[in-house]
């Protein structure tokens, strides 16, 4: 088993319906995040989020940070066979139909607003994108860095997992994968095959972070039209980081 990792942020809260505040809540039971790197070197990045709403709730949002070389693009929200529709507002405590969704450039981070209705049950979220620039291409390596839960999360978190498929194959030893922070009560692993990457972690508090990092051989991509290339060498340099 190995440890935790770095990088990213997503940002995320809940949005309530005009109910009083003492008389609703909500809590998290599950998060699972699956990063897919793609042949050009971007990223899929599919949230998959459960609540239980104890009270009434219209909406919810992320805010995903993007550093500079990053954009996201192809953004989507699911839930079960229901696709939402774009086109929606994106201001935090704005009101559009059920079933929609809205994203605003913030600078520096793409906030994704999606609109609802729900009382008193569980509901499970989906939110789809598509990092470009996330991926770094070094003569190498490729150096996946994603944090996949955000600090600003209003409530706790029971269980996160986090996974990442790529193309091609690698053998034992050419991929490494770690966590961050050691606080959190987590691990990370490359399963039976020890090239497969996931990361599981329980009891995250309210306003805690958590980074999963993936470092792959460099000929698993065929193009680095979606990564951001770096000259050179990346392996010591990012083994002496960790």
Not at 212 to 233: K, N, W, Y
Request: charge should be negative; include cysteine; aromatic fraction near 8%.
């Amino acid at each position: 088993m190995r440890r935790l990792l770095l990088v990213g942020l997503l940002v995320a809260a809940v949005l309530a319906a005009a109910l009083p505040a003492a008389a609703k809540s909500f809590e998290l039971p599950s998060a699972d995040i699956l990063l897919e790197l793609q042949d050009d070197g971007s990223v899929l990045v599919t949230e998959t989020i459960t609540y239980d709403f104890d009270g009434s709730f219209s909406g919810a949002y992320r805010e995903v940070p993007i550093r500079g070389g990053e954009s996201i693009v192809d953004v989507s929200v699911a839930e079960g066979k229901t696709v939402y529709q774009p086109g929606a507002c994106a201001e935090l405590g704005c009101s559009s139909p059920a079933g929609t969704f809205g994203t605003r450039d913030l600078g520096g981070r793409l906030r994704i607003v999606w609109h609802y209705a729900a009382a008193n049950e569980q509901r499970t979220f989906v939110v789809s994108y598509r990092f470009l620039g996330l991926a770094k291409a070094y003569d190498d390596v490729v150096d996946v860095q994603v944090q996949v839960w955000g600090s600003e999360w209003q409530v706790g978190l029971r269980r996160l997992g986090a996974s990442l498929e790529y193309p091609g194959s690698a053998e034992p030893g050419e991929v490494l994968v770690w966590g961050h922070p050691a606080i959190v009560n987590g691990s990370t692993d490359l399963g039976t095959t020890e090239v497969s990457p996931f990361l599981t972690a329980t009891g995250i508090p309210a306003g805690q972070w958590v980074d999963f990092r993936v470092v792959l051989p460099r000929d698993v991509l065929s193009s680095t039209e979606g990564a951001t290339v770096i000259p050179g060498l990346g392996l010591e340099e990012i083994r002496a980081e960790e």
